[in-house]
C-alpha cells in the first residue's frame, strides 16, 4: 500500500509545472540564450523526475521483495529446540501424546480420493475431544500445586507464575475447545463426503460415557450445520439425529468400550517394563531440574510427569488453546522424550506389545467387516448380539457411518486391524520418531478428538471396489493384503486379511 501511494505522488510529480517554454530564434542576444537554456531545462524536468521515479521504484521493489524473502525465510527457520521459540509451538503441542489435539498427520500417500475413483461408503470411528483430566489425576495434580504452594518460597526464573497459578482444572469433562474440536470434525467429515451424504444420513453410535456421548452430539451439530447450505439433497434433516448409545456398564457387551476380559482387565497395566525404563533414563534429570527451580517441592519423578501433564491439559483448558506457561518449562527435546514414553504405554499396555489388547478390538471389527459386504455380524466376543441382530439398532443399508469411543479401545481397534504390524516393539533404551516407528506414535494415533476413516470407493476400470484407512489424514498402507500404490486392497482381500478378527483373536485367553 506505501509503495502503491509513493509510486502515484511521484507520477503526479513528473506532470508538475504548467508554464511550457518556447524555442527561441538561432540567433538570439545572450538574454534571450539564458532563456533558450531555461527552456532546455524545462523540456528536460519531466525526462529528470521520471528517471527518479524509475530509480525510485527499484529501490523501493527491492526492498519490497527483500522484506518479503526475509519473512518467508523467517518463516521456515528450524525449530531451536527451545519452547518459547514460536517455530516450536507446534512440534510441542504435537508432542503431548494422547493429549494432543487432533492434527493433520503427515502422509507419504496422499489423502485425497485417486483420480478415476469415488468413495462409495464412509466409517468413521472418533475419539472424545480434549477434556479435563481424570478425577483422580485432577485430585493428583491439584494436591502437587497445594504443596508447592505450602512448601516452596523460591521460585525459579521461568517458575514464578506458579506462585500465583490456581489450579481450577475440572475432572473428565469436555472443555468448550474439546466441544469446538468435535464440531470442527462433523464440518470435515460432511464436506469429505458431501456427495453421499445428500442420498443417506449417517447412523451414529457412542459409547456411554458422558464425555463420549456429548462429543459425538457436537460432532452431530457440526455435521448438521455443514449440512445446512445442501440444496439438492434428497433425505429431510432431521436434527437433532438419533444415536445409539451403548452403556459402559460392568457385563455389558460394548464393541465401542469392551470390559468383559477378565485377563486383560487384571493385567492391562503389567507389562510397562520398557515404559519404565524408558522413564529411568529421560526423567531424572527433569525431576532435578524442576527441583532446583521449586525448592523445598521435594518432587518425585511421578509427580515430575504430573508437571508436564499440566502443559497439555491447561493449554486445553483455555478457549482458544493457547500454549500454557507450564508448557515452557520443558525443553522440545524434553516434549519428545514425554511424547514417547505416552506411546510406550499404548503401545505395550492396548496395542501390538499388550498379549490380550488387540483381541480387546476384535468386535468392532467385525462390526466393520458386516457394513462392508453388507453381511450379518459374525462375531463371539464383545459385540452385543441383541443389538447387531436388529435393523434399527445395527443397520447394514447405511453408507454413513460414525462411531466415538476412546484412546485405549481405538489402539486395540487398530491393534486388531493390523495397521502398525510393521512397527518393531518400541524399545525402552532409546526413543523412536514416530516415522521410524512406521507412523506409530500416541500423538499421531490417538490424541484428542483423533478420527479413523475407512473408506470403500469404486473406480473406474476395476472389477471390485477397494478399501483404504487413514487415521488423522494419515494414509496408512494396508497389510497382508496386496495394496497398491494408493495404499488400498481389493474389498475381498481386505476381508481375507481381517483372519485374526475372523477368528476371535485370543479371545478363549480371557478366562483362563
Known amino acids: 500500500m506505501v509503495f502503491s501511494y509513493l509510486r502515484r505522488r511521484a507520477l503526479a510529480w513528473t506532470t508538475g509545472g504548467p508554464y511550457r517554454y518556447a524555442p527561441l530564434h538561432e540567433h538570439g542576444s545572450p538574454k534571450a540564450y539564458r532563456c533558450q537554456t531555461s527552456s532546455w531545462s524545462g523540456r528536460n524536468r519531466a525526462a529528470v523526475r521520471l528517471a527518479l521515479v524509475v530509480i525510485l521504484s527499484i529501490v523501493l521493489i527491492v526492498f519490497s521483495l527483500n522484506f518479503i524473502l526475509s519473512r518467508q525465510s523467517i518463516a521456515a527457520q528450524p525449530c531451536s529446540g527451545v519452547s518459547r521459540d514460536r517455530h516450536c509451538r507446534k512440534e510441542v503441542a504435537h508432542s503431548w501424546g494422547q493429549y494432543s489435539s487432533s492434527f493433520s498427520v503427515p502422509s507419504e500417500i496422499s489423502p485425497s480420493v485417486p483420480e478415476g475413483c469415488e468413495v462409495t461408503f464412509a466409517q468413521l470411528l472418533a475419539r472424545h475431544g480434549a477434556r479435563d483430566p481424570t478425577a483422580h489425576k485432577s485430585l493428583a495434580y491439584g494436591a502437587v500445586i497445594d504443596r508447592i504452594h505450602a512448601d516452596v518460597t523460591q521460585f525459579g526464573k521461568d517458575f514464578k507464575f506458579i506462585k500465583d497459578y490456581k489450579y481450577t482444572l475440572g475432572a473428565d469433562q469436555l472443555t468448550s475447545f474439546g466441544k469446538q474440536q468435535m464440531v470442527d470434525s462433523g464440518v470435515s467429515f460432511y464436506k469429505r463426503y458431501q456427495h453421499l451424504t445428500s442420498v443417506i444420513m449417517p447412523f451414529i453410535r457412542s459409547s456411554g460415557q458422558e464425555r463420549v456421548v456429548e462429543s459425538a452430539k457436537k460432532w452431530a451439530q457440526g455435521f448438521h450445520e455443514g449440512r445446512l447450505g445442501e440444496k439438492h439433497s434428497l433425505v429431510p434433516d432431521s436434527y437433532p439425529y438419533d444415536i445409539l448409545i451403548i452403556p459402559e456398564e460392568n457385563g455389558f457387551n460394548n464393541s465401542l468400550s469392551p470390559d468383559i476380559c477378565p485377563a486383560f482387565e487384571e493385567n492391562k497395566h503389567n507389562d510397562h517394563d520398557e515404559q519404565e525404563t524408558w522413564t529411568n533414563q529421560f526423567l531424572s534429570p527433569i525431576t532435578e531440574r524442576l527441583n532446583e527451580n521449586l525448592p523445598g517441592a521435594n518432587l518425585s519423578d511421578q509427580e515430575a510427569i504430573y508437571m508436564m501433564d499440566l502443559c497439555p491439559f491447561n493449554t486445553v483448558a483455555d478457549d482458544k488453546g493457547k500454549l500454557s506457561e507450564f508448557c515452557y518449562l520443558f525443553t522440545v527435546d524434553e516434549?519428545?522424550?514425554?511424547?514417547?514414553?505416552?506411546?510406550?504405554?499404548?503401545?505395550?499396555?492396548?496395542?501390538?506389545?499388550?498379549?490380550?489388547?488387540?483381541?480387546?478390538?476384535?468386535?468392532?471389527?467385525?462390526?466393520?467387516?458386516?457394513?462392508?459386504?453388507?453381511?450379518?455380524?459374525?462375531?463371539?466376543?464383545?459385540?452385543?448380539?441383541?443389538?447387531?441382530?436388529?435393523?434399527t439398532t445395527f443397520p447394514l443399508d447405511r453408507v454413513l457411518?460414525?462411531?466415538?469411543?476412546?484412546?485405549?479401545?481405538?489402539?486395540?481397534?487398530?491393534?486388531?486391524?493390523?495397521?502398525?504390524?510393521?512397527?518393531?516393539?518400541?524399545?525402552?533404551?532409546?526413543?523412536?520418531?514416530?516415522?521410524?516407528?512406521?507412523?506409530?506414535?500416541?500423538?499421531?494415533?490417538?490424541?484428542?478428538?483423533?478420527?479413523?476413516?475407512?473408506e470403500k470407493m469404486s473406480c473406474g476400470g476395476a472389477d471390485e471396489e477397494f478399501v483404504r484407512i487413514l487415521v488423522n489424514d494419515r494414509v496408512v498402507p494396508l497389510q497382508s493384503c496386496g495394496a497398491d500404490d494408493f495404499g488400498r486392497c481389493k474389498l475381498s482381500k481386505f476381508v481375507e486379511s481381517q483372519s485374526f478378527a475372523r477368528s476371535g483373536g485370543h479371545w478363549d485367553e480371557c478366562f483362563d
Request: no cysteine; charged share 20%; hydrophobic share 35%.
Open 401 to 454: 457411518y460414525a462411531d466415538f469411543s476412546h484412546d485405549n479401545d481405538m489402539v486395540d481397534i487398530f491393534a486388531a486391524l493390523g495397521l502398525y504390524n510393521l512397527t518393531e516393539s518400541l524399545p525402552g533404551d532409546r526413543r523412536m520418531s514416530a516415522p521410524e516407528a512406521k507412523g506409530f506414535s500416541a500423538s499421531w494415533v490417538v490424541p484428542f478428538a483423533s478420527r479413523l476413516y475407512v
Open 335 to 391: 516434549w519428545r522424550d514425554y511424547d514417547y514414553y505416552q506411546s510406550l504405554g499404548k503401545w505395550y499396555g492396548y496395542g501390538n506389545g499388550s498379549p490380550l489388547g488387540p483381541t480387546q478390538g476384535v468386535g468392532f471389527i467385525n462390526e466393520l467387516l458386516a457394513r462392508l459386504t453388507d453381511k450379518p455380524v459374525v462375531d463371539h466376543t464383545t459385540t452385543n448380539s441383541t443389538l447387531d441382530e436388529s435393523p
